[in-house]
């Protein structure tokens, strides 16, 4: 009976109601006088929710975790999925608590001490490759990267991150190209807005990624919808960047805003 089986699991009989109702739990077969009966599977499954109820997940994760009513999860699996998904956030709650202190004590975030995630993942999956990145390259990534790090962006911005660096592992003549496109970029901080090359970059930006299937290739598989949230993270990029780089910037999204449109 329900009240039994709440007793048991240290839960109320309304939340296994609920539970029915959203379709976490099958709705039991019942006796003939109309009481619910329970299976061990059943048990189990109230158990799993109940378990990941406590780590703080909402129903409609839980529901996501453990698939449709019926499903068999084995919840040690479960857990070591959220352990990895905990750690990773551990460790970009170290790195923006590692930057704070460094800017309370007055530090550049992007001065030596906390290298940005994408630096650490450039140097890790590009060997060789990075390690001839021109110095200013090197310096103006670091600063960009490090920026944007200060802020607490959605979980896509790591995963958007990883994809970049992976796929330009793998993509060595496009990612020599890009290389070169962010050196004229660099030799731009120090121009005025109306410099010509700045121009002559964005359409070379542009033709970039239009023979390119980059942008296309990183917008699959991660978690980073257009909306509100891109919008900030594209003004906090180009907030960090000098006039003559921010003017290049903004008409290399006009550009693709443009060719967006006509496909």
């Not at 991150?161 to 970029?185: C, S």
């Amino acid at each position: 009976m329900i009240g039994e089986v709440a007793e048991l699991l240290g839960i109320t009989p309304k939340a296994i109601r609920h539970y029915e109702k959203l379709g976490l739990i099958e709705k039991p077969r019942r006796s003939e006088p109309g009481y619910r009966l329970y299976t061990a599977d059943d048990l189990l499954r109230l158990h799993q929710i109940k378990r990941l109820r406590s780590l703080g997940l909402s129903l409609d994760r839980t529901k996501g975790i453990l698939g449709a009513s019926g499903s068999h999860v084995e919840l040690g699996s479960v857990l070591q999925a959220l352990l990895g998904e905990v750690e990773s956030h551990i460790e970009q709650l170290e790195r923006r608590r590692d930057l704070l202190k460094r800017m309370l004590a007055g530090d550049d975030p992007s001065e030596e001490g906390g290298e940005p995630y994408m630096l650490e993942l450039a140097r890790r999956h590009l060997g060789g490759r990075f390690r001839e990145v021109a110095p200013g390259v090197l310096e103006q990534e670091k600063r960009f990267w490090a920026t944007l790090d200060a802020f607490r962006w959605p979980r896509g911005y790591e995963e958007f991150q990883e994809a970049l660096v992976l796929y330009l592992a793998d993509h060595p003549e496009e990612y020599e190209e890009l290389l070169a496109l962010e050196e004229r970029l660099v030799a731009l901080a120090d121009q005025i807005e109306d410099f010509r090359e700045v121009e002559q970059l964005a359409e070379d930006y542009a033709a970039y990624f239009e023979k390119s299937p980059l942008p296309e290739r990183l917008s699959r598989g991660v978690a980073w919808e257009s909306g509100p949230l891109e919008t900030a993270l594209s003004g906090v990029a180009l907030n960090a960047m000098s006039p003559a780089q921010k003017k290049c910037m903004e008409l290399l999204q006009e550009r693709l805003a443009e060719a967006g449109a006509e496909r």
